[in-house]
């Protein structure tokens, strides 16, 4: 019997909330867009977007923020925003950088799977060292979006890795669902949404000092205790 690695054969990242937390950025612009064309808009509607692909979200702000407003042109306007509230700070989620850096000079590729567009990753990845990430999948170049399985799956392909050898973090439900779904192995540190456990989800309070070894080592394990914990 093949002796399990050490490590995971590649580090798979979400982005919104989980490499950055731009998710405030993204509440702001829709409260942005509900005033400027007379719409009604919750912070209880946009934590419910939390994860989604952008279409979904459109799809959900043209519903129940009740604005006159094609999806195609609420997405480009969503980005719009939240494009320019990046290119004034990038907002790095703590510990984030530091596992990047630590995970490749392990030797371990990483990877970064968004729902995000292009136009919004460009100018985070900017900011980084080039080819921090091997491969970058992101939300219009997949035809289904998280939860389903497809983002993960497709980045892990093109790293020639099955998912199951791979390590995924990710902050929300939405992304969970779609990592555990492609088989890996989910490290969540939740931020601005409750995160359901399951047998394929570590649960950890920070990225700050992760030890990558130690996380992959709870594979298999009941989970009830979760890693990282205060």
């Given at each position: ?8 054969k590649?580090v ?10 731009t ?15 007379g719409?009604?808009w919750?912070?209880a509607?946009?934590?419910?977007l ?7 979200s ?5 519903e129940?923020?009740?604005?006159d407003?094609?999806v195609d042109?609420?997405v480009?306007?969503l980005?719009d ?9 990038v ?11 630590r ?11 968004t729902?995000?567009y292009?136009?919004f ?18 939300g219009d170049?997949?035809?289904q ?5 497809e ?7 093109a ?6 050898e791979?390590?995924?973090i990710?902050d ?8 555990e ?18 047998e ?15 996380v992959?080592a709870e ?11 205060a």
């Amino acid at each position: 019997m093949t002796e399990p690695s050490a490590l995971p054969k590649a580090v798979l990242w979400d982005m919104d909330g989980t490499l950055v937390d731009t998710e405030p950025y993204w509440i702001a612009t829709e409260f942005e867009l509900a005033e400027r064309y007379g719409g009604t808009w919750s912070e209880a509607h946009a934590l419910n977007l939390v994860g989604n692909e952008l279409t979904v979200s459109a799809a959900y702000i043209q519903e129940h923020m009740g604005i006159d407003l094609a999806v195609d042109d609420i997405v480009e306007a969503l980005l719009d925003g939240v494009v320019r509230k990046v290119q004034e700070n990038v907002p790095w989620r703590p510990g984030a950088v530091d596992l990047v850096e630590r995970t490749r000079a392990a030797g371990v590729p990483c990877a970064l799977v968004t729902m995000s567009y292009d136009r919004f990753v460009a100018p985070i990845l900017a900011h980084l060292p080039p080819e921090t990430f091997r491969v970058v999948v992101t939300g219009d170049r997949v035809a289904q979006g998280k939860p389903h399985p497809e983002p993960y799956l497709t980045a892990a392909a093109a790293l020639g890795l099955d998912a199951a050898e791979c390590l995924a973090i990710e902050d929300s439900n939405t992304g969970a669902k779609s990592a555990e779904a492609a088989g890996c192995l989910v490290l969540v540190v939740e931020n601005h949404v409750p995160v359901i456990p399951t047998e394929r989800r570590v649960f950890a309070d920070t990225l700050e000092g992760i030890d990558l070894a130690s996380v992959w080592a709870e594979q298999g394990r009941d989970h009830d205790q979760d890693y990282g914990r205060a």
